[in-house]
């Protein structure tokens, strides 16, 4: 059970090259995410999916985009990367008891990009 | 809007000594909260949550935090500090129902003296 996993760990990219980060969970979880991490900022809400085919946006969605076509994959990809994309993204998955999403998320190790 | 904050960005305690690290929440209603460590170079892990009931709970790695509702704190405590426990901490906020976004705090961030 490897539980959230991020591919790849590291990437450097030049301005306005395109990429796609990989999450994938084997929870069976409902619910998936992506944030950023930067510095004093802690994490925060990129996009997200509550099921297969379905995704929104989160508290800093410009520039990126998300697809979620299979329960257990969420793809994070950035068209035209830029500086400012510079960060550690997270993936994080969750389920719903009863109807109620409000349990603990799973994290992935992180993502450490690098726009040049 | 709903927020979250960790008073101090930064903390230094000597090993064994007791530690407390502070959060504070801005919503009215009763929320769910957490609290979440991120070892250097990690992901984050869940320490400890509370959705309702007793006001104190426990934690893995000896960690226990109490619900305020009247100081709208959770604060997170351990009676003695081991350097392992170097760590960045998050305090998380959710309003629980069909809402399944979490609101973070931005981190205290831990180290402990030998």
């Known amino acids: 059970n490897a539980g959230v996993t991020q591919t790849p760990k590291f990437r450097v990219l030049k301005t306005g090259q395109s990429m796609t980060l990989l999450c994938a969970q084997d929870m069976n979880h409902e619910y998936m995410y992506w944030y950023r991490q930067d510095p004093g900022m802690g994490l925060r809400l990129i996009h997200y999916s509550v099921g297969e085919g379905t995704t929104a946006k989160g508290e800093v969605p410009d520039g990126y985009n998300v697809s979620r076509l299979k329960k257990q994959n969420f793809l994070l990809g950035l068209e035209s990367a830029a500086p400012s994309q510079t960060s550690v993204y997270f993936c994080?998955?969750?389920?719903?008891?009863?109807?109620?999403?409000?349990?603990?998320?799973?994290f992935g190790p992180g993502t450490r990009l690098t726009v040049l | 809007a709903q927020s979250v904050t960790q008073p101090d960005i930064h903390i230094t305690v000597s090993e064994g000594a007791s530690l407390e690290l502070r959060c504070n929440y801005s919503y009215g209603a009763t929320p769910y909260l957490f609290w979440y460590v991120q070892s250097p170079g990690q992901g984050l892990q869940l320490l400890l949550k509370y959705f309702s009931g007793d006001t104190l709970v426990q934690g893995i790695k000896g960690f226990e935090a109490e619900f305020k509702r009247s100081q709208s704190s959770f604060n997170l405590r351990k009676p003695s500090v081991h350097w392992s426990d170097a760590a960045e901490y998050f305090c998380?906020?959710?309003?629980?129902?069909?809402?399944?976004?979490?609101?973070f705090g931005k981190g205290t961030l831990l180290t402990v003296n030998p």
């Open positions: 994080a998955s969750s389920y719903s008891s009863s109807g109620v999403a409000y349990n603990e998320q799973f």
């Open positions: 998380v906020w959710n309003s629980g129902g069909s809402n399944y976004k979490l609101t």
